[in-house]
């Protein structure tokens, strides 16, 4: 395994993946909680030390424990993981005039352990650089063995003692040999064998969940997303029978959820699942509520509530599964530290476990998104299940903006949300696409079909490209997919007379509507 020692950089989360990639298992670790000893307890096969913020110039800014050095484990840095290791062993850092920031070329100047196989003497190299301050002198040991015009020494190499540094992002993909770079590193030079697969992990996380539940009982709640599901798979794998699944309609799904969980836990996996039909009263609760945030509040209580209910009902379990991934457990390097603004109160189950003093069971806590999905397939969930779109805890409820809810304007967006995603699906574009639905507008407007007169519901369509739900752009469908669409909707949907395509990006809109 391998320690990744986080300075704060936005891309150390893709360190880890890329190391992973390689078969290699890894953690990151914020820098002010690493010590020799926390080192040593890890026991890491080698450490990565990442890009960050600060400035090795400053004082009072973060550094490596300086024992690190001296444990014998092979070392690298990147960026300001290269400055602080220089700095720290006797080399120079300074400010520089000559910032480089994006696509930035190297030069090969010498060979050295981590560019075998990858990178030759005298090849100019693509990466992808972010930096003001940059190495002037040498640590002691260290020779350069790459060079960019804002970085005379772009790449520095120790073979002796396993430490190099590169002033640019291997991590990210528009440094197109990096991802073979840091292989390098975690397994030729580290040593790491490379068996760390979604097969590997499902065993040893079945034997985990098997000592930790002994013979308890747990309780998982399902929600139909890809987390919660693979929980559910896994445990059940790991304890049969011991494992109840709940799962709480609120009435706000799309056309077909339901039913689809019911035959893939109940029919397919054999698990017991109880289905809590609560759309009366979660309907109820939110008659007359037109509020995004009141909307969320009623939603996330009543779920509660609701879902509490029945786990007392089951009775005797000690044990609460949850579908924590890792990002979530991760602790963030925050050098701002300021309180955010809440834009929206997401709401998810995090409150439940405090409520219920339930021991918690969390077999997704290492993994990152697309391997919870790779842990889906292996385990045999079904394919539109593992790559399904996200889809938010209220529901359908948020996709009826500013307007009360019904079961009326509920079908009407059912039935046309279903066509939408029918569309891109056989369109191909599926995956390409982070998300995708519509939106029932709060507005009629008049149309003709055949000779008569419309008075009918618009409805939006949205659909984005993101990596992480924090930023997004709009997807650029071609006219000819929009008019299908349109037509399609229009005469198959009854209730709706008007289709509008959404082409807000993230910022300043957000995904979804409310
Ligand atoms: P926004 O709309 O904030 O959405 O750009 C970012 C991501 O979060 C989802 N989302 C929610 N998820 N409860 C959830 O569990 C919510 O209240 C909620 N609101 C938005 C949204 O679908 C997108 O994936």
Redesign the pocket.
């Given at each position: 395994r391998i320690l990744i020692v986080d300075f704060g950089s936005q891309v150390t989360q893709l360190i880890a993946r890329r190391v992973r990639e390689t078969g290699v298992y890894c953690e990151i670790h914020p820098f002010n909680r690493v010590t020799v000893d926390s080192i040593r307890a890890f026991d890491p096969k080698g450490v990565i030390l990442s890009g960050g913020p600060a400035s090795v110039t400053g004082t009072d800014t973060p550094r490596a424990p300086q024992g690190l050095f001296g444990m014998g484990l092979p070392v690298l840095g990147i960026c300001y993981g290269q400055q602080t290791m220089m700095a720290q062993l006797g080399g120079k850092v300074e400010g520089s005039d000559h910032r480089e920031f994006g696509r930035a070329y190297v030069e090969v100047s010498d060979a050295c352990a981590l560019f075998e196989g990858t990178w030759s003497p005298g090849a100019r190299e693509q990466v992808w650089m972010s930096h003001g301050d940059r190495v002037t002198a040498l640590a002691p040991g260290f020779r350069v063995v790459a060079t960019s015009e804002g970085a005379p020494f772009a790449a520095v190499a120790d073979d002796e003692r396993g430490f190099y540094g590169v002033q640019f992002h291997p991590e990210v993909v528009h440094t197109p040999h990096g991802a073979q770079l840091l292989r390098t590193f975690v397994r030729t030079i580290c040593g790491c064998s490379g068996d760390w697969t979604m097969a590997s992990f499902r065993e040893t996380e079945i034997a985990k969940i098997r000592a930790q539940v002994g013979s308890g009982r747990v309780i998982c709640g399902l929600s139909g997303g890809v987390d919660s599901s693979v929980v559910a798979a896994i445990i059940h794998e790991a304890i049969g029978d011991q494992l109840t699944c709940v799962y709480v309609d609120h009435g706000l799904m799309r056309l077909g959820e339901s039913e689809q969980v019911v035959r893939v836990f109940r029919d397919q996996f054999n698990i017991n699942l109880v289905h809590v039909d609560a759309s009366d009263l979660f309907l109820g609760l939110l008659a007359g509520k037109t509020d995004p945030e009141e909307k969320?509040k009623i939603?996330?209580k009543t779920f509660i509530d609701v879902f509490e209910a029945e786990a007392r009902k089951i009775g005797g379990a000690e044990f609460l599964a949850q579908g924590t991934l890792y990002p979530d457990v991760i602790e963030s390097v925050s050098f701002t530290g300021g309180p955010s603004v809440t834009?929206?109160?997401?709401?998810?189950v995090g409150g439940l476990p405090d409520r219920m003093n339930m021991k918690l069971v969390e077999p997704l806590r290492e993994l990152f998104k697309d391997e919870v999905r790779a842990l889906g397939r292996e385990l045999g969930l079904p394919e539109e299940m593992v790559g399904r779109?996200?889809?938010?805890?209220?529901g359908l409820a948020?996709r009826i903006p500013g307007q009360e809810i019904t079961r009326e304007k509920l079908d009407i967006l059912r039935k046309a949300d279903a066509i939408y995603l029918e569309e891109i699906r056989n369109a191909g574009l599926y995956d390409v696409i982070?998300?995708a639905?519509a939106v029932l507008l709060p507005v009629r407007t008049v149309g003709v079909m055949g000779d008569g007169r419309t008075y009918d519901y618009a409805l939006a369509i949205r659909a984005v490209t993101?990596t992480d739900?924090?930023t997004?752009d709009y997807y650029h469908f071609d006219h000819d997919f929009l008019s299908r669409l349109s037509s399609r909707v229009i005469n198959e949907v009854k209730g709706v007379n008007r289709v509008v395509y959404d082409i807000t990006s993230?910022p300043p809109?957000?995904?979804?509507?409310?």
């Open positions: 969320r939603i996330g834009i929206k109160s997401h709401h998810n779109h996200p889809f938010p805890g209220p948020i982070w998300q639905f993101s739900g924090m997004a993230k809109g957000t995904i979804e509507w409310e």
